[in-house]
């Protein structure tokens, strides 16, 4: 009898436990019930229409009338279309180039000096790409302006006359300076904390055995560092894909359609033509092709890291 009250109240003990870790799964859910549901109301629903929306024809004030894939085909007949990944690619592939090459020296430079010197550097590197991308493009604007910009009257104090920056043939690399100019930092810390990371005690084998400063970084610090080299292109090529603000500040698509990045030319077709259809298909097609490079960017970097472990 007393063990099968032992049993019994056992029994009773682990029922309780259960009840008591079922009420606390349910509390939990209900804490995280308004999270999801408001996640679901901003993030999904709208996917959602939008993906109903590209295979529709509609503008405000009609109907919406399904299309199927004519407003795709639509996208991919426009040259306006290609263009724009052209000028959304070039800037994407140029501008992440600089900050790569800038944002390896300086991480480099900053692994050299005192602790003190490299926290008082770093504090002040977050400045720039803590600022929100109208205000950077604004400032942009006011240096690239031809008459009272800083830019020209720098220029002129030695005797050089300064060109339209945004309305000549300058207007894309002025906007991948200033890209350059917020984002470099953001490269810098993120290679930085990826040199701090390396081990010290190979660096100074490596120099007793003679090796030089050049293939030290060669043969040792470079191949080390590519796992953080593919992850900070592939943080920087999803932003850079997105190009908008820095045009639609600084120099609306122009002159002429130099500068029309894929998304500010999903603007136009959106918000100017209100070409809702055609605007929604070329967001689904900007979200396919970022999904693909950055699969392909990923894939990349497990390579990278799996060379990296084996070695």
């Given amino acids: ?14 029922t309780e436990r259960r009840r008591s870790l079922s009420e606390g799964k349910s509390f939990a859910w209900m804490l995280v019930a308004p999270c999801l549901l408001f996640l679901l109301l901003v993030g999904l629903y709208p996917t ?26 639509r996208a991919f007949a426009s040259p306006r279309f290609w263009h724009g990944l052209y000028v959304t690619g070039w800037f994407a592939i140029i501008s992440i ?3 790569l090459v800038f944002g390896f020296v300086m991480a480099l430079s900053l692994q050299q ?24 493009a604004i400032l942009w604007k006011q ?32 906007l991948v300076v200033a890209d350059v100019w917020q984002w470099t930092p953001f490269m810098t810390i993120l290679l930085l904390a990826g040199l701090q990371s390396l081990s010290r005690e190979i660096y100074e084998a490596a120099y007793v055995d003679g090796a030089t400063a050049w293939q030290v970084f060669k043969d040792m610090t470079f191949p080390m560092m590519r796992p953080f080299i593919f992850l900070a292109v592939f943080l920087r090529f999803i932003d850079a ?4 603000d820095l045009i639609f ?6 002159p002429g359609d ?20 055609l605007a929604a298909a070329l967001s689904v097609l900007q979200l396919i092709i970022i999904f693909i490079m950055g699969k392909l960017l990923l894939n990349q970097l497990s390579r990278v890291e799996e060379v990296s472990r084996g070695t």
Avoid at 64 to 71: A, I, P, R, S
Avoid at 115 to 129: A, C, D, E, G, S
Avoid at 241 to 244: R, W
């Fill in 241 to 244: 894909f997105k190009l908008f």
């Fill in 113 to 136: 000096v005192s602790v003190r010197v490299r926290k008082i550097m770093t504090t002040l590197f977050l400045t720039p790409f803590m600022m929100t991308p109208a205000v950077v």
């Fill in 249 to 254: 500040i600084v120099s609306r698509g122009g």
């Fill in 48 to 73: 959602i229409y939008v993906l109903a929306l590209s295979f529709s024809k509609f503008h405000p004030g009609e109907g919406l009338e399904f299309v199927g894939l004519h407003n795709f085909i």
């Fill in 143 to 174: 240096i690239y302006h031809p008459t009272f910009g800083p830019l020209n009257y720098v220029l002129s104090l030695f005797g050089i006359k300064g060109p339209l920056w945004v309305t000549s043939k300058w207007a894309l690399p002025a």
């Fill in 97 to 99: 180039g600089v900050q």
């Fill in 1 to 14: 009898m007393a063990v099968k009250a032992k049993t019994l109240e056992g029994d009773t003990g682990v």
């Fill in 258 to 277: 130099l500068t029309e990045s894929i998304a500010y030319y999903t603007y136009v077709m959106g918000f100017k033509y209100f070409d809702l259809g």
